[in-house]
């Protein structure tokens, strides 16, 4: 990097590119958000009027202008796009689910190690000070037996992301279920097996039984369909010293400025590795596959106990 700012691109020109991505860098001491590209030009030039960015009609153009890019697209439209920034040499900001696939997912891993490229999930509640905290705290204190997270909102009933396809067929699995299982792994250790999970009120719920490593257990409600008010991010841990609790809910830009702090640093001082970086993803693209896989696994056999 030879810029005293990190040259930025942004690709999307959804609601989360607008209200995080894009301010987020614009606004950051350290990035300059240089260009916007995203499947509508109109969409496109609207994000770059409101951060001082230009607008670019095709994604080479904007690859040829920056140092690195940020992500805010669906994943199976990330997963390509990520790829060719890969292979130019990019350092890369990137949205869960990480792709499309976990084969997806597995490609863009082996290209960001062939590469040497820094990337990062946005992740955002793992870059919170509160955050780091309450799980070094956890880590700590250790002898957990498991652990319960709940996280319900009326996200999907918004009509801001009434054109969000992606949220809308995924579901709160899809949206959120990567920041509730990676936050339950971090505190507990390494999800090893989806024991048990459901899809209940018409695909509205999902309920998920984990294992980690080390024999603790955790649960996780997952609704974006809940009218709460305010919404309900809470995680919890329990053991021999008792019950840990921690409110999830926060400020998303503060975390994103955080998450830009970690990004530049990696940047500056070469790193590729990071407790979030690419792989992290890729761990959780992993355990999304296995929930609805056990998913289709108990209606399957729920149905040919039926039919037998």
Known sequence: MNHTRLRMGLVGAGPWARRVHGPGIAEHPGTELVSVWARRPDAAAEVAALTGATPVEDF???????????????????????????????HLVLEKPLAGTVEEAEQLVAAAERHGVATLMVLTFRYGDETIDWLADVRRTGGWHGG??????????????????????????????????????????????????????????????????????STATLTMHTPAD??????????????????????????????????????????????????????LQRLLRAVTDKVTDTATRATEQVTG
Not at 179 to 192: E, M, N, R, S
Not at 197 to 213: F, Q, Y
């Open 230 to 283: 305010p919404p309900i991010n809470d995680f919890a841990v329990f053991g021999v010293h008792g019950y840990r609790e921690f409110d999830a809910s926060g400020d998303a830009r503060a975390r994103y400025a955080a998450l830009l702090d970690a990004f530049l640093a990696m940047v500056r001082e070469g790193r590729v590795e990071h407790p979030c970086d690419i792989r992290r993803g890729l761990h």
């Open 60 to 90: 080479d153009d904007l690859l040829a202008t920056v140092d690195a890019v940020t992500f805010a697209v669906p994943p199976a439209v990330q997963a390509p796009l990520a790829l060719r920034a890969i292979e130019a040499g990019k």
């Open 148 to 217: 319960a997270a709940r996280w319900m909102s009326a996200t999907l009933l918004d009509t801001k992301y009434e054109f969000s396809r992606w949220r809308h067929d995924g579901g709160a699995l899809a949206d959120i279920g990567p920041h509730v299982f990676d936050l339950l792994d971090a505190a507990l250790g390494p999800i090893t097996e989806v024991l048990a999970a459901h899809l209940a009120e018409a695909g509205a719920v999902w309920h998920v039984l984990l294992e980690h490593t080390g024999g603790a257990t």
